[in-house]
């Protein structure tokens, strides 16, 4: 049975308790997890298991067998074998800037009213692809921006059915990557008065905590699609 995954819970989790049910030469699984896996253009985290006297550094979090969460270890190390209880802790600071970083391009694509074809996730560094002839007018995106940062929306998640997301198309605006069927619900991000989409990925509580973001180098990349770059100014 896949883990489960306790950042969708919760993004705020740093660590957890839990119990590993299978181990091979790179890595580990477990049966709950705070550990983001690759995805949504958002990295996998990053962080340490520790059991009895054992540590380890967890250097990559992906999907692997049967859609279960995959905890990687350096090569060479031997991970914890099945049935032993772990503690998972993950790299805090990295994985806040990506909960930020995340957050803004939802708040950058309530902006720019178009589709989005492509995007990536860093800390340093993230960036949103739209479908668009226009040239964006960075001073009028970095001054919208910065009043959704300051107005404080909330911002939270909800689940609805696969159905009801059939039943409204115009949710999903991103063209290279669809949301995940084949269990029953779809996870909508909502930041209040501001944002509605499917987004599995991990995003802060309102966007005052985005803090300062500014917008970066925006790219031609085709006839139709413009790249634009975010920056956290921290």
Not at 23 to 32: A, L, R
Request: with cysteine; proline share 4%; net charge negative.
């Amino acid at each position: 049975m896949p883990a489960r995954e306790l950042f969708r819970e919760d993004s705020y989790l740093k660590t957890c308790t839990a119990t590993v049910t299978a181990s091979d030469e790179g890595g580990f699984y477990v049966d709950q997890t705070v550990f983001y896996p690759l995805g949504g253009g958002q990295p996998g985290d990053l962080g340490f298991v520790e059991w009895g006297d054992g540590r380890l550094d967890i250097v990559d979090t992906r999907y692997g067998q049967d859609g279960d969460i995959a905890h990687h270890v350096a090569e060479g190390e031997t991970p914890p074998a099945a049935g032993t209880t772990v503690t998972l802790t993950i790299d805090w600071d990295r994985r806040y800037r990506h909960m930020r970083m995340h957050t803004a391009m939802h708040l950058l694509g309530s902006i720019l009213r178009y589709d989005v074809t492509g995007g990536n996730i860093s800390t340093e560094k993230s960036r949103l692809d739209f479908n668009m002839e226009e040239t964006v007018d960075k001073e009028a995106v970095q001054q919208a921006l910065a009043e959704l940062v300051s107005e404080d929306h909330p911002v939270s998640c909800r689940w609805i059915t696969e159905e009801e997301l059939d039943a409204q198309p115009e949710l999903v605006r991103t063209m290279s990557v669809q949301p995940p069927r084949g269990k029953g619900a779809v996870r909508l991000l909502e930041i209040a008065g501001v944002d509605l989409q499917p987004c599995g990925g991990t995003h802060v509580r309102s966007t005052a905590e985005v803090g300062a973001v500014r917008v970066g180098k925006v790219e031609k990349k085709g006839r139709q699609n413009r790249r634009v770059n975010l920056h956290l100014d921290d």
